[in-house]
């Protein structure tokens, strides 16, 4: 079951493509998880409609915001 669907804007697309490919797999293994799961420590609510994704990985700290 999916709670939701992820669209990237180009500018999301641009940053995750000067990302390092294994970095990049993760993010995206991450937001697939959060939009199969409701684990807050991977997809969290900041405000009103503004959502957060935290992804932790090889020492990087990658925040992605959703709209």
């Known amino acids: 079951m ?3 669907e ?3 804007l180009d500018e999301a697309k641009k ?3 000067t990302l ?3 970095t990049a797999e993760k993010v ?3 937001i697939d998880l959060a939009e199969q799961t409701n684990n ?3 997809f969290k609510k900041l405000q009103n409609e503004i959502w957060e ?6 020492g990087l700290k990658i925040r992605l ?3």
Request: proline share 4%; no cysteine.
């Open 28 to 30: 995206f293994y991450n």
């Open 15 to 17: 940053f995750l493509k």
């Open 2 to 4: 999916r709670y939701f």
């Open 65 to 67: 915001l959703a709209f």
């Open 53 to 58: 994704f935290r992804i932790n990985y090889a």
């Open 20 to 22: 390092h490919p294994k």
């Open 6 to 8: 992820t669209e990237f």
């Open 40 to 42: 807050t420590r991977i």
